[in-house]
């Protein structure tokens, strides 16, 4: 066999990684370091056959080699291109085997070193994907598995002063690729840091902080290990902030500490030193504990409000750099986020130190998804095979040393998606064993064999609420399932925010405040993968899955995220913001009741403002005085009589709870929590119908209003040319509405429904138009149509009945389903298409964003402007959005005319291009405005749902065939 067969075979081996040291914990430390992350040397080979051995790995024959910035993907700097798959391999399922079409990566750095790294230093490589192996000046130092892992090597033997040679040769598939099956782009490379660290003689080598919190004294239990080539040693402990001076290994008392949590990020530095090394560690004192089926921090059951977090950057990958980074996790906490899963492998170092200053639970995921074996059956899955046991094991002790200092760290997972078997159980037994201070998470095993808390995705809200109850399914195990009853409950997913979505999430609150069992869950995602792209045109837009040539992916199943991937919040934050607020704010008539929702924090760094608007006018506005609330108090506080005045008003009045000073995550004054009090508005008065139908061959006129009387639809309003009037029941899908079967009740995706009945392709019949006198001296028009699409017998009866004073133009709208409609309807309202593009839109509503039935919690009520162009919301995968709910006025603003429309609450949308080219369209890029206004008036919305990827639309929001009426008045003015 040659050598290049020989290499093969090594990444065939489901073996761990060789030649690296023990893990350990990231320590800071005062001994040299230096950073190895710059612009290295680089080719690419087709496979790992074709790449030779020509002395490249000690720096000579590098003539064939370019330039490539480390960390990076190389695919992301033009060597090959990112492919996507959510479940499915990109490769033949033949475990361990990678595939001969592997692209092999080498990188070359050349560096210089001082006398400081002499005689004993460490390579640490901080994530490689997939495999690699690594050589010093030629000296072959081992390999890495296991890409979001951190990998050690003693580079003492092969480091010399001066001039240095580092060669790393990286495989975009090998054997572990069958652990790493974890729903994101495939993106090869160096992707986290390199650094070259000294070890001095005599130093610290691993470090172990045992902080927890006595929650009934405030007294710390500190007792903190260090180690040298895994044995105890002795070094001296120093806690200035807490007078405390001593030894490592034994424990202290200490009174009056403060406890950690994410809404008190309290921390201590201290320092552990040895004659020729000192490293600092942030303490955080607290317990965690699961207890009679609740789980506790530092005594006090606590809420999760979490997102799941995968690493990416638009740009540049999975390499997130530390600014943005910072930005990610501050804007959590700015929409009330406390907790967060490493979905679906450990973070970069960075991203723990940052939740433990900022504030976050974490729960830290093991770098382990074998997902794709579940369309083999779960034949061969790598959690039951015995020959991957010590990789497995290998990748939990990984994750476990080096984050286990981290307070934020509440929960051990042993990864997502793996099925089950005896190999998961040895990482858990493992973990157990090293820290039995956490909580153990695996949702994949649901009797929870292995697991310290009970763990869904997507069960449904009946379904969880069964579970709050201690009532769901038993298991066929008594003893197991007596067990798991007394584990309290996560959704590790829920809430699944694809497109426009997620619905459901304030009835999974309620549920979760409602029944202690019930810990909370994370939100599926934070942030949307998308790959940034400019077209021919030179716009911007975001790539997925298939848009870069794969033989296999899984299409726009990759942007799904509560923030786009520029960090752009997306309507589904503002609205989860509002679900999970801390504080709750009610406000009626004269009063606000407000309680304090936090598990831990008092409100004393909280000030409570109260607005009152009228007519888009503010007309009072002023601080109310609030006690300041432990957690779970409430009072109810007067409203100043400047407030209670404007509620008897058709006036609405708003409650803020904004921050009194600044926190190392917002600026003072950002707001936390609101609550409104809404004056309903008077009903528009109806014209009196005053002005008589007048016709001629083709037209008939009533008041401002032309009607073309061989189809019967308005053409024209004072002026204003309307292209399309009619009757509108359909809508362009969001990807909630192409579902996932298992979600779907009979296994039928909603715009699979609504194609299959035409509901997406319904022509109207005129059946006749006909005037008759009215009380008020003249005529009312009315026009009967019936829709039906070809090949069905099902159809809706419509009529526009219209009158006028000459000036307005009323119109009551009747809507009667005929036939066995068994499906939703997606909307039930008018679609006006009118010549020109409008220029502004305002409106008495809802907003500024958009709001739909089971959605839009986060949606205000006041009095709102803004160009139609910013009504849109532009997801990855163009669809159906931007609709303001709850609108009682609305002004188009065109060039010389205004349209001012007004009814009963209505939902509005206002686009520049038809509802066929936003369901026609795949990227943002396809959507060109037509020059004209697309205006939707719905009197009722079918809801979203998050049936993407969970449950479908709640039976509330299911708009189901039915009689509707609704009432618009429309007046054409001068600008």
């Known amino acids: 066999m040659d050598r290049g067969s020989d290499r093969a075979e090594a990444l065939h081996s489901p073996a761990p990684p060789n030649g690296t040291n023990a893990p350990r914990a990231r320590l800071q430390t005062d001994a040299a370091s230096r950073s190895l992350n710059g612009t290295w040397r680089f080719r690419l080979h087709p496979g790992i056959r074709q790449a030779p051995d020509d002395g490249w790995q000690a720096g000579r024959r590098l003539d064939g080699f370019g330039e490539l910035p480390v960390p990076s993907s190389w695919v992301m700097h033009g060597h090959g291109s990112p492919a996507y798959t959510n479940i499915q391999y990109p490769f033949a399922v033949e475990p361990p085997h990678a595939p001969d079409a592997n692209p092999i990566g080498d990188h070359v750095l050349e560096f210089d070193v001082g006398p400081e790294f002499l005689p004993s230093a460490v390579l640490r490589f901080d994530g490689i994907d997939s495999a690699a192996t690594v050589w010093l000046n030629g000296i072959r130092l081992g390999t890495t598995r296991g890409s979001r892992l951190s990998h050690e090597f003693d580079a003492s033997h092969a480091l010399t002063q001066g001039r240095n040679v580092l060669a790393v040769r990286v495989a975009q598939f090998s054997a572990a690729s069958y652990l790493e099956d974890q729903d994101m782009w495939w993106l090869p490379g160096i992707f986290r840091d390199v650094t070259l660290l000294a070890r001095p003689v005599d130093g610290i ?329 400019t077209d021919a045109s030179g716009a911007n837009h975001f790539r997925y899955g298939g848009d870069f040539g794969e033989e296999i992916h899984d299409g726009n199943f990759v942007a799904d995220g509560l923030v786009d991937a520029n960090l752009g919040p997306r309507p589904g934050l503002i609205d989860f913001k509002k679900v999970i607020e801390p504080i709750r704010i009610t406000v009626n008539a004269g009063c606000a009741d407000v309680r304090n929702a936090f598990d831990f924090a008092d409100t004393s760094n909280v000030v409570f403002e109260y607005t009152v608007a009228a007519d888009g006018v503010v007309e009072a506005h002023g601080v109310l005085t609030v006690p300041s609330l432990a957690p779970g108090e409430e009072v109810r506080v007067q409203l100043p009589d400047d407030a209670s005045r404007g509620s008897s008003r058709p006036a609405i009045v708003t409650v803020s709870a904004r921050l009194a000073t600044a926190t190392p995550w917002a600026e003072a004054g950002h707001e936390i929590a609101w609550g409104q009090f809404v004056a309903t508005p008077p009903t528009p008065p109806r014209p009196r119908a005053t002005a008589v139908v007048v016709t001629d061959a083709a037209v008939a006129r009533l008041g401002p209003a032309a009607f073309d009387r061989t189809t019967g639809s308005l053409i024209d309003l004072d002026g204003l040319r309307i292209s399309s009037f009619r009757a509108n029941f359909w809508r362009a899908p969001i990807d909630n509405d192409f579902g996932v079967a298992d979600f779907i009740v009979g296994g039928v995706p909603v715009e699979r429904q609504w194609t299959d009945t035409g509901l997406d392709r319904l022509h109207p019949r005129l059946i006749e138009m006909v005037a008759v006198p009215d009380s008020d001296g003249g005529e009312v028009l009315t026009v009967r149509m019936r829709y039906a699409a070809a090949d069905q017998a099902n159809g809706i009866s419509v009529d526009f009945v219209w009158s006028s004073d000459g000036e307005t133009l009323a119109l009551e709208t009747k809507v009667r389903p005929e036939g066995g409609w068994e499906v939703p309807w997606a909307r039930i309202g008018l679609e006006l298409v009118i010549d020109g593009e409008a220029q502004t839109v305002a409106w008495r509503g809802r907003g500024p964003g958009q709001a739909y039935p089971d959605t839009g919690q986060g949606a205000k009520f006041g009095w709102y402007e803004a160009a139609p162009v910013d009504l849109h919301v532009d997801y990855v995968r163009p669809q159906e959005s931007g609709a303001r709910a709850d609108v009682t006025r609305l002004a188009l603003g065109f060039e010389g005319a205004q349209l001012a429309i007004e009814g009963d609450p209505f939902a509005m949308t206002v686009r520049s291009f038809s509802q066929a080219t936003l369901a026609a369209a795949s990227h943002e890029s396809d959507l060109t405005a037509d020059g004209r206004t697309h205006l939707s008036l719905d009197a009722r919305q079918h809801g979203v749902g998050t049936a993407a990827c969970g449950p479908g639309v709640l039976d509330a929001y299911v708009l189901s065939p039915r009689e509707s009426s609704f009432t618009h008045v429309f007046r054409v003015r001068a600008r």
């Open 205 to 533: 080598d691993d470090v172990f902080v045992h902080a927890d919190f006595d929650h009934r004294t405030s007294v710390g239990v500190l007792r903190i290990e260090a180690t040298r080539d895994g044995e105890s040693i002795e070094a001296e402990i120093s806690v200035p902030e807490l007078g405390l001076v001593t030894v490592s290994g034994t424990e202290h008392r200490i009174p009056e500490v403060h406890g950690w949590s994410a809404e008190s990020p309290r921390l201590y530095e201290a320092t552990i030193s040895t004659p020729s090394e000192t490293v600092t560690v942030q303490l955080g004192f607290r317990t965690v504990v699961v207890e009679d089926g609740r789980f506790l921090v530092n005594g006090r059951g606590i809420l999760l409000r979490g997102v799941n977090r995968h690493e990416h950057h638009p740009e540049l990958g999975r390499i997130v750099p530390r600014d943005r980074l910072e930005a990610e996790l501050r804007l959590m906490k700015q929409h009330n986020i406390n907790a967060v899963r490493t979905s679906h492998y450990p973070p970069h170092p960075d991203f723990l130190d940052l939740a433990d200053r900022l504030g976050f639970y974490v729960v830290l995921e093991c770098d382990l998804e074998t997902h794709g074996f579940e369309h083999q059956a779960w034949q061969r899955n790598p959690a039951d095979e015995p020959a991957w046991h010590d990789a497995l094991v290998d990748r939990m002790r990984r994750t476990v040393e080096r984050d286990k200092n981290h307070p934020s760290v509440i929960m051990w997972s042993l990864g997502n998606e793996s099925g089950t078997g005896e190999n998961l159980a040895a990482m858990s037994r493992w973990a157990k064993q090293r820290d039995p201070s956490r909580p153990i998470h695996y949702e994949g095993d649901q009797t929870c064999a292995y697991a310290d808390v009970y763990s869904r995705m997507y069960a449904d809200h009946h379904e969880t609420e069964l579970i709050g109850r201690c009532q769901e399914e038993p298991l066929a195990d008594a003893e197991l399932d007596a067990q798991r009853r007394r584990m309290p409950f996560v959704l590790c997913e829920y809430g699944h925010a694809m497109g426009n979505g997620p619905g459901g999430l304030s009835e999974y609150q309620s549920l979760f405040e409602t029944y202690p069992r019930l810990m909370g869950g994370f939100v599926w995602e934070w942030i949307e993968h998308g790959i940034s792209a």
